[in-house]
């Protein structure tokens, strides 16, 4: 009966969301355009600094020559998983805005069945918003992957899913006790885009940013696809490994902040905006 009560309070939430989606009805358009001319720029931006579209050089950093592969799959990378931090950091904001968090934290569900009505929407419209701009670069750009390797490579995406959820409920938490998320979540969003690795191997990076990158789980998540997809599983156990662990890492962290967050909220109360 919990169990049911739960999916019941789990489909209410990701209804409210698609219907206020569906109120906005230009954002399919917009989201779709967002990325495409997002990552279209960054290719050519590459391209044309280098000259070229295969470089030996990304070759020996990387294993990619063609930096057009290598790219639009850190760019998946990095849309998949910027996904969990503004599914978690705005489920809150939103509430916040509307004045109506207390309420829906006071709500008979548990707290991940919030979030994950907030955040599983946000995923299926990713996963078909990455499909389609897979079939416009294949077109576009006549795009060429392994793509039976690329299907294995999923997995491994999932697998670093677990750790970018425990940065998405750290970066939450921390909005909670805040309470004025706007320069946060903007610094928070740059950092992860610059640290992930998606359009230039994070190992041009000076030292300290490289250990910083290594330090998220964006960066070591899209290398070891990568690789993956280039090479097949033998070739990326080390990279799996090192995925698995920092997702452990981050599930732990994610969750003790959070937890402490919100009960300092309720010393103090929820402000809405």
């Given amino acids: 009966m919990e169990a049911t009560k739960e999916l019941r309070a789990l489909y209410g939430v990701i209804v409210k969301n698609w219907r206020i989606f569906l109120s906005y009805k230009v954002w399919f358009i917009s989201d779709i355009a967002f990325g495409l001319f997002f990552a279209g720029q960054a290719l050519l931006i590459g391209i044309g600094l280098t000259g070229e579209r295969n470089s030996k050089a990304l070759q020996n950093l ?8 290598f790219a639009i799959l850190g760019f998946m990378v990095l849309g998949f998983s910027l996904t969990f931090l503004s599914g978690f950091v705005w489920s809150i904001i939103e509430e916040l805005y509307a004045g109506t968090l207390e309420y829906s934290f006071a709500a008979p569900m548990r707290r991940i069945t919030f979030f994950l009505g907030n955040v599983l929407l946000r995923i299926i419209l990713t996963l078909l918003y990455l499909g389609i701009y897979v079939i416009l670069f294949v077109l576009l750009f006549g795009l060429s992957l392994n793509w039976v390797n690329f299907l294995k490579a999923l997995p491994v995406l999932f697998l670093g899913s677990i750790g970018m959820v425990g940065v998405g409920l750290t970066a939450a938490g921390i909005v909670l006790y805040l ?25 041009i990076l000076p030292k300290g940013l490289q250990y910083l990158a290594k330090a998220l789980p964006y960066a070591p998540t899209t290398d070891a696809v990568r690789k993956v997809v280039a090479f097949g599983y033998t070739a990326a156990k080390g990279e799996i490994s090192y995925v698995l662990f920092i997702s452990a890492v981050y599930a732990l962290i994610g969750y003790l902040v959070y937890r402490w967050s919100e009960r300092q909220a309720k010393i103090v109360g929820l402000k809405s905006y």
Wanted: aromatic letters at 16%.
């Fill in 179 to 203: 309470r004025d998320p706007g320069p946060f979540v903007n610094v928070l969003e740059m950092l992860v885009f610059a640290l992930s690795g998606a359009m230039y191997p994070i190992k």
């Fill in 62 to 69: 990387t294993g990619y020559s063609d930096y057009v592969a």
